[in-house]
Each structure stands twice: as C-alpha cells, then as structure tokens.
Nanobody, 114 residues
Framework: QVHLEESGGGLVETGGSLTLSCTASGRSLSGYRMGWFRQAPGKGREFVAARRWNGFNIYYSDSVKGRFTISRDNAKNTVYLQMNSLKPEDTAVYYC???????WGQGTQVTVSS
C-alpha cells in the first residue's frame, strides 16, 4: 500500500509563489511517473504537470508552462511543484498522483487572491 501526503498549500497574492510537496510512504517512487493535478471549485480534475522519476521527460499543461516546475528528491521520496507568478485562476485543490495507478494524495488547497 502506498500513501501520498501533500503539503505546502496556502493563501498567496497574485504574482506570489508556493512550493507543494508530495511525499510517498510504503513504496519507492523510483521508476514511476509522477503527476500533479488540480481541481477548481465546480470543475473537473485537470492535469498540471508530470515527469518520469528517473527520466528527463517532463510535461506541463499550457496554462502553467513557464511558471510551474516539477522536480523530485530521491532521498526524500518526494516530488515537488514549484509554482511562480501565481494567478487567481490557479486556485484549486492540488493532488499528486502516481500515473497509471490508483494512488492519489488527499490534496492541498491553493488559493490565489486577486
């Protein structure tokens, strides 16, 4: 069984930055593809970013490209989402996910004030 724990969400002003963390317990994330998704109020869950743990293939949605960065720390079994130049439309609950599995974190709220 794998448990994903997100942290780092909060309230920030437009143009600000936050870094989300997702730490896994129960299994090493090495070899997996990790993703960040988000769900805004009244909307469906959407893709934000993904990367292979041990590779160089990194993907971003058009809405966050150039502003967000996904990275990982092998020693901490943790994946990060660095979010810069935040906009009110980035407000959502952010989830980490082991792609192609059923493992999701519980989500962390990000609110960007205008």
């Amino acid at each position: 069984q794998v448990h994903l724990e997100e942290s780092g969400g909060g309230l920030v002003e437009t143009g600000g930055s936050l870094t989300l963390s997702c730490t896994a317990s129960g299994r090493s994330l090495s070899g997996y593809r990790m993703g960040w998704f988000r769900q805004a109020p009244g909307k469906g869950r959407e893709f934000v970013a993904a990367r292979r743990w041990n590779g160089f293939n990194i993907y971003y949605s058009d809405s966050v490209k150039g502003r967000f960065t996904i990275s990982r720390d092998n020693a901490k079994n943790t994946v990060y989402l660095q979010m810069n130049s935040l906009k009110p439309e980035d407000t959502a609950v952010y989830y980490c996910h082991i792609v192609t599995t059923s493992y999701w974190g519980q989500g962390t709220q990000v609110t960007v004030s205008s």
